[in-house]
């Protein structure tokens, strides 16, 4: 089970940061803009975000397994639409249905954690599924940089409909987690409004608010990272992965260090850790990023294990407060970091006339309203 949430966690990085080297190709290919074809990340994710939201109540009245066969299903058609796209506003569309199937795959792969685990437990496999998700960040650039020597940017959509395909028959094989006696018993539109509830739960939101938006700046590195090697520091695509690749493997020692840190030191003083790390990184960023493509990677490192720390630490504080409607939690959660993230993505590829000053300039920006929900928080308990 636990292999099977990991797998499925790695759907959305994959959409992502299999293709990133392949975007200034793409952008030559299809006569587009960066900010157009950063769009196919973009609508990705602002879908992906809905989605979410959708599929959550429905996984809570209908069960997992019909959620995740079709999520699996629309995912593997999108993919491959997207393997034959002629023009960039077709890719786009693809891309947008890839959204909606991972939107399924990710709410209920995340209500399952909570469906078969517990206490100290479900901690220790929500920091397990995050350490091993990093493989995929980490390992999709240096695949993607891979098939670019010998495939066009087509191959790596290839690659997400084999994946799709995988993933939809463990689906089928799958054994339904949700007791039917524990789903939700009124209609469908009344489950929707299950949300509402979650919503009007004041410190559940503050704090996913707190965390989402802690989480934004990265999308926005995400958005220009290949802009940044490529063209600032002229890397070609498999040196870009290279890079890419170090700054995402570096996200495993959050879990870890999450694990250990939660032994004895309070979740308020971990948060407050990480709010003083991520306001070192954007400074860093401000300073030494201009330096050299070293120089870059290396103040943005302390971002990517302070956002490793805060995704496990924010997950376990949250599903503790929740007692039941766990897929409708779910949704919201992701859905609110998701929509965050791709607040970020947009900011990252505005026409900042330093893409690096500008990924600064967002990160200082996030803590401080981090910091401000923070205090929020402090004074309401």
């Known amino acids: 089970m636990t292999a099977f949430i990991t797998f499925m966690n790695m759907f959305v990085p994959l959409s992502t940061d299999l293709y990133l080297p392949a975007l200034p190709e793409m952008g030559e290919f299809f006569s587009a803009s960066p900010a157009l074809v950063s769009m196919t990340l973009t609508a990705f994710f602002f879908v992906f975000a809905v989605s979410i939201v959708l599929f959550g109540p429905l996984s809570d009245k209908f069960g997992r397994k019909p959620i995740l066969i079709a999520g699996s299903t629309i995912y593997t058609v999108a993919s491959f639409a997207c393997v034959f796209s002629m023009d960039i506003y077709m890719l786009i569309v693809g891309r947008v249905f890839q959204a909606i199937g991972s939107g399924a795959l990710i709410t209920s792969s995340t209500a399952l954690i909570k469906d078969c685990f517990r206490g100290s437990i479900m901690s220790k496999i929500l920091a397990i599924t995050q350490a091993l998700g990093v493989i995929a960040p980490m390992a999709a650039p240096l695949m993607g940089g891979f098939l670019l020597t010998f495939t066009s940017w087509r191959g790596s959509f290839v690659v997400l409909t084999v994946l799709g395909l995988i993933n939809l028959l463990i689906c089928f094989l799958f054994s339904e987690t949700l007791d039917p006696q524990r789903r939700y018993k009124g209609s469908v539109v009344h489950s929707i409004g299950l949300l509402l509830d979650v919503g009007r ?48 493997s570096a996200s495993i020692l959050g879990p870890i260090l999450y694990l250990r840190l939660i032994n004895f030191l309070s979740e308020t003083t971990m948060t407050r850790v990480c709010l003083v790390g991520a306001t070192v990184s954007g400074i860093l960023i401000l300073t030494v990023g201009h330096w050299s493509a070293i120089g870059f990677l290396l103040s943005f490192l302390p971002f990517t294990v302070i956002g490793a720390v805060a995704r496990p630490l924010c997950m376990n504080i949250l599903l503790n407060r929740v007692k039941e409607n766990t897929g409708t939690a779910s949704s919201m959660i992701n859905f609110v970091n998701t929509l965050l993230g791709s607040v970020g993505m947009m900011a990252g590829t505005l026409p900042w006339a330093d893409l690096i000053e500008g990924l600064g300039q967002i990160i200082l920006i996030a803590v401080t309203l981090s910091t401000l929900l923070w205090l929020v928080i402090l004074r309401r308990d």
Do not use: C, D, G, R
């Not at 989402?212 to 002229?234: D, G, K, N, R, T």
């Not at 070609?236 to 890419?244: A, D, G, L, V």
């Open 201 to 248: 739960q004041t410190y559940f939101m503050l704090m996913l608010l707190m965390f989402a938006v802690l989480h934004a700046p990265y999308m926005a590195y995400l958005s220009v990272s290949s802009f940044v090697y490529i063209e600032h520091y002229a890397l070609s695509p498999q040196h870009y992965s290279y890079f890419f690749a170090l700054n995402s």
